[in-house]
Nanobody
Protein backbone atom coordinates (compact mmCIF):
# COMPACT_ATOMS: atom_id res chain seq x y z
CA UNK A 1 0.00 0.00 0.00
CA UNK A 2 1.02 3.56 -0.55
CA UNK A 3 3.06 5.15 2.18
CA UNK A 4 1.94 8.50 3.50
CA UNK A 5 4.10 10.59 5.80
CA UNK A 6 2.68 13.54 7.68
CA UNK A 7 4.77 16.38 9.06
CA UNK A 8 4.57 19.98 10.16
CA UNK A 9 2.78 19.67 13.48
CA UNK A 10 3.94 21.31 16.67
CA UNK A 11 3.05 23.54 19.58
CA UNK A 12 1.45 26.85 18.68
CA UNK A 13 -0.30 29.55 20.65
CA UNK A 14 -3.98 30.32 20.07
CA UNK A 15 -4.36 32.49 17.00
CA UNK A 16 -1.25 31.04 15.42
CA UNK A 17 -0.80 29.16 12.16
CA UNK A 18 0.71 25.91 10.95
CA UNK A 19 1.09 24.20 7.61
CA UNK A 20 0.92 20.43 7.59
CA UNK A 21 2.43 18.33 4.81
CA UNK A 22 1.66 14.82 3.64
CA UNK A 23 4.27 13.24 1.40
CA UNK A 24 2.65 10.87 -1.06
CA UNK A 25 3.45 10.17 -4.68
CA UNK A 26 2.60 12.00 -7.84
CA UNK A 27 0.50 9.10 -9.06
CA UNK A 28 -1.60 9.09 -5.90
CA UNK A 29 -2.24 12.81 -6.07
CA UNK A 30 -3.30 12.56 -9.70
CA UNK A 31 -5.52 9.53 -9.39
CA UNK A 32 -7.13 9.69 -5.98
CA UNK A 33 -9.15 11.93 -3.74
CA UNK A 34 -7.28 12.76 -0.57
CA UNK A 35 -8.17 14.13 2.82
CA UNK A 36 -6.89 15.35 6.14
CA UNK A 37 -8.33 13.88 9.31
CA UNK A 38 -7.76 14.57 12.98
CA UNK A 39 -8.25 12.73 16.21
CA UNK A 40 -8.42 14.59 19.50
CA UNK A 41 -7.85 12.79 22.82
CA UNK A 42 -10.87 10.69 23.72
CA UNK A 43 -12.66 11.43 20.45
CA UNK A 44 -13.20 9.63 17.18
CA UNK A 45 -11.16 10.46 14.14
CA UNK A 46 -12.94 13.00 11.94
CA UNK A 47 -12.46 14.36 8.46
CA UNK A 48 -11.13 17.91 8.38
CA UNK A 49 -10.85 18.62 4.66
CA UNK A 50 -10.76 16.72 1.39
CA UNK A 51 -9.55 17.44 -2.11
CA UNK A 52 -10.61 15.54 -5.18
CA UNK A 53 -8.29 14.26 -7.87
CA UNK A 54 -9.55 17.15 -9.98
CA UNK A 55 -8.98 19.71 -7.25
CA UNK A 56 -12.45 20.21 -5.83
CA UNK A 57 -12.32 20.79 -2.08
CA UNK A 58 -14.60 20.01 0.84
CA UNK A 59 -14.35 21.11 4.46
CA UNK A 60 -15.95 20.01 7.68
CA UNK A 61 -18.29 22.52 9.24
CA UNK A 62 -16.88 25.99 9.63
CA UNK A 63 -13.25 24.97 9.20
CA UNK A 64 -13.25 26.41 5.69
CA UNK A 65 -12.87 29.83 7.27
CA UNK A 66 -9.56 28.87 8.84
CA UNK A 67 -8.19 25.80 7.00
CA UNK A 68 -7.10 25.39 3.38
CA UNK A 69 -6.33 22.07 1.74
CA UNK A 70 -4.15 21.97 -1.35
CA UNK A 71 -1.80 19.69 -3.24
CA UNK A 72 1.33 20.06 -5.31
CA UNK A 73 1.89 17.43 -7.94
CA UNK A 74 5.43 18.59 -8.63
CA UNK A 75 6.62 17.59 -5.17
CA UNK A 76 3.88 15.02 -4.58
CA UNK A 77 2.67 16.67 -1.38
CA UNK A 78 -0.71 17.31 0.17
CA UNK A 79 -0.97 20.37 2.40
CA UNK A 80 -3.22 21.71 5.11
CA UNK A 81 -2.76 25.37 5.92
CA UNK A 82 -4.30 26.16 9.30
CA UNK A 83 -4.75 29.66 10.66
CA UNK A 84 -6.25 31.22 13.79
CA UNK A 85 -5.75 27.93 15.57
CA UNK A 86 -7.70 27.33 18.76
CA UNK A 87 -7.23 24.89 21.63
CA UNK A 88 -10.05 22.73 20.23
CA UNK A 89 -7.90 22.13 17.13
CA UNK A 90 -5.47 20.17 19.28
CA UNK A 91 -5.30 16.67 17.82
CA UNK A 92 -3.20 14.24 15.84
CA UNK A 93 -3.62 15.00 12.15
CA UNK A 94 -3.53 12.32 9.48
CA UNK A 95 -3.80 12.17 5.72
CA UNK A 96 -5.35 9.36 3.76
CA UNK A 97 -6.53 8.35 0.32
CA UNK A 98 -9.83 7.90 -1.35
CA UNK A 99 -12.26 10.31 0.28
CA UNK A 100 -13.32 13.93 0.38
CA UNK A 101 -16.35 13.52 2.62
CA UNK A 102 -16.96 12.04 6.03
CA UNK A 103 -19.25 9.19 4.95
CA UNK A 104 -16.48 7.39 3.18
CA UNK A 105 -13.90 4.85 4.23
CA UNK A 106 -10.40 5.79 3.14
CA UNK A 107 -8.43 3.15 1.31
CA UNK A 108 -4.95 3.88 2.57
CA UNK A 109 -3.25 2.74 5.74
CA UNK A 110 -3.18 5.06 8.71
CA UNK A 111 0.28 6.29 9.55
CA UNK A 112 1.45 7.93 12.76
CA UNK A 113 0.14 11.37 11.94
CA UNK A 114 1.50 14.64 13.20
CA UNK A 115 0.62 16.17 16.57
CA UNK A 116 -0.81 19.68 16.68
CA UNK A 117 -1.07 21.27 20.10
CA UNK A 118 -2.64 24.69 20.56
CA UNK A 119 -1.90 26.14 23.94
CA UNK A 120 -0.59 29.21 25.70
CA UNK A 121 1.87 27.07 27.55
CA UNK A 122 2.82 27.33 31.18
CA UNK A 123 3.99 30.91 31.05
CA UNK A 124 6.68 32.30 33.26
CA UNK A 125 6.32 33.77 36.69
CA UNK A 126 7.35 37.38 37.13
CA UNK A 127 7.61 38.77 40.64
CA UNK A 128 8.29 42.38 41.43
CA UNK A 129 9.02 43.30 44.98
CA UNK A 130 10.44 46.27 46.84
Amino acid sequence: QAQLVESGGGLVQPGGSLRLSCAASGEILRKYDMAWYRQAPGKQRELVAGIGSGGRTNYAGSLKDRFTISKNGANATLYLQMSNLQPEDTAVYFCNIGCTISRCRPIGSWSQGTQVTVSWGQGTQVTVST
